[in-house]
């Protein structure tokens, strides 16, 4: 270890912060977008080219809003809260890998920040920590709807938890490794998603209802709670939510690419390293069309009936899922 | 060892500092004129009553108590799968055994009727 190593993680984490905070900007952009273009219209398009400069001018917008603090609330905990969120948020992809390594100015550069021995654990402890910041925002804010949105997004959030993690115990199975980079090189032969069709399944309906996408985005249900947990927050603090939320988009798109879509793999990778965060992206804008289509497509589900298909549909299938996985490949062989 | 998880540490400080400074430049640059009705709690514009946060539906305590057991479940099957190649057949009886178990208590739970909702 040495200054040069630190000035290389310094910029690689600089990096991956504005890539996830530009990538949120564009995200909604690109939500917006592909709405319109399923609803018949055709979405923003006034600010720049093409509309690429809204949101340049919505965050210039929420910055010179009034930030309103109720009276009652718990003031330190009421700033805290969307703070608490957005960590989490941002540090989650620090784990996944972009791409093996490429040459550049002379020296031989790792395309991820870190590769930790117990990445998947780090991913399941990170999740858990971004649900304080939705309770204690709910809480804090003494407001019906806010109290029960944010107790909503509680369990909704821990119930999917659990099948969350044991939809990733799978590939850490298949791969014998908890490293996201040794778990995507182990995708060399076949994609994780063709052999573990279901694995994939369970995690992309729990990493939906993880972070509050629809259709069980029912803490967010405007017509019975207004704005869920969020109803008090406005300007910045509500725009740190809202960065939140679509960075978890962009983060558990990446996850799951990286877990069951090969990650950065893909043709020619292994000749030409720098096609590897191109290959990232492109499965990545994949999966996050896909989570827009499911938006604009379902209706929300009733919350006992979202409670119960989390634990008695769920939980018990993605537990099913990693034993058998087990029997087969220890009796089978793999 | 431990200089593996330095970039975790340094991302962490970033994004620290991102969250404090985009609440701070919002401070900076809203404006700021509370007055009395602002303040109040939004409730679709009828007049507030009560206490914001009241008490809950024990439901959702009863789902907390099992997220941690279940959760805690998940965290041990974790080194299982990592090395359950080399453990082989042993491994997996005394895995099923523990699995099996947690089930019995889960499907307990169940029918006890602690995962309906109203």
Redesign the interface.
């Known amino acids: 270890?040495d200054g040069a190593m630190?000035l290389e993680?310094?910029i690689?984490?600089?990096f991956?912060?504005l890539v996830m905070?530009g990538g949120f900007a564009y995200v909604t952009l690109y939500e917006r977008k592909v709405l319109a273009r399923i609803q018949v219209r055709i979405g923003p398009n006034r600010a720049g080219p093409f509309g690429v400069l809204q949101p340049v001018a919505d965050g210039i917008k929420?910055?010179?809003?009034?930030?309103?603090?109720?009276?009652?609330a718990d003031k330190l905990i009421f700033?805290l809260a969307?703070?608490?969120t957005?960590?989490p948020a941002?540090?989650i992809t620090?784990?996944v890998p972009w791409g093996t390594e490429v040459t550049l100015f002379g020296r031989t550069i790792k395309l991820y920040?870190?590769?930790?021995n117990i990445a998947?654990?780090?991913l399941?402890a990170v999740t858990?920590i971004s649900i304080y910041g939705i309770a204690l925002a709910g809480?804090s804010?003494?407001?019906?709807?806010?109290?029960l949105g944010g107790?909503r997004a509680?369990?909704q959030m821990?119930?999917y938890?659990?099948a969350l993690?044991?939809a990733m115990?799978v590939p850490?199975?298949m791969a014998?490794?908890?490293s996201l980079v040794d778990i995507v090189e182990s995708q060399k032969p076949v994609w994780f998603v063709f052999v573990q069709p279901l694995a994939f399944l369970i995690y992309f309906i729990a990493a939906l209802a993880e972070i509050n996408r629809s259709p069980f985005d029912m803490p967010e249900a405007e017509q019975e709670l207004?704005a869920g947990y969020h109803?008090?927050y406005s300007?910045?603090?509500f725009?740190?939510f809202f960065?939140a939320e679509y960075i978890k988009m962009i983060a558990i798109s990446m996850i799951g690419s990286s877990l069951f879509l090969g990650g950065y793999r893909g043709p020619f990778v292994d000749q030409l390293p720098a096609l590897g965060p191109l290959y990232l992206f492109i499965k990545v804008a994949i999966v996050l069309f896909v989570i827009i289509w499911i938006r604009a497509t379902l209706p929300r589900i009733r919350?006992?009936r979202l409670?119960?298909f989390g634990?008695?549909v769920l939980?018990?299938l993605a537990?099913l899922n990693?034993?058998v996985t087990?029997?087969v490949?220890?009796?089978v062989g793999g | 060892m431990l200089?593996?998880?330095?970039?975790?540490a340094?991302?962490?400080a970033?994004?620290?500092f991102?969250?404090?400074f985009?609440?701070i430049?919002?401070?900076i640059?809203?404006?700021?004129?509370?007055t009395?009705r602002?303040?109040?709690?939004?409730?679709?514009g009828m007049i507030p009553y009560?206490?914001?946060?009241?008490r809950?539906n024990v439901?959702?305590y009863l789902?907390?108590v099992?997220?941690i057991l279940?959760?805690i479940e998940?965290?041990f099957?974790?080194p299982w799968?990592?090395?359950?190649?080399e453990l082989?057949?042993p491994g997996?009886v005394l895995?099923?055994i523990f699995?099996v178990v947690l089930?019995v208590a889960?499907v307990y739970a169940?029918k006890k009727g602690a995962?309906?909702?109203?």
């Open positions: 270890m630190i993680w310094v690689k984490s600089i991956l912060i905070t929420l910055i010179f809003k009034e930030e309103l603090v109720p009276a009652k700033t969307p703070v608490l957005v960590i941002l540090i620090a784990v920040l870190a590769d930790i998947v654990l780090y399941m858990s809480w804010s003494n407001n019906k709807y806010a109290t107790l509680t369990a821990i119930s938890e659990l993690g044991f115990i850490v199975m014998g490794s908890m207004t109803t008090e300007g910045m603090k725009a740190l960065m919350y006992d409670m119960q634990w008695k939980f018990p537990l990693v034993f087990g029997v490949l220890i009796l | 200089e593996k998880y330095l970039p975790l340094i991302i962490l970033f994004a620290v991102i969250g404090f985009v609440v430049l919002g401070t640059f809203g404006p700021r004129r509370p009395e602002k303040s109040a709690p939004y409730e679709s009560g206490p914001g946060t009241r809950m439901s959702y789902v907390a099992l997220f279940f959760d998940i965290v099957v974790l799968a990592v090395i359950f190649r082989g057949v997996l895995m099923g699995l089930e889960f169940w995962l309906e909702w109203e």
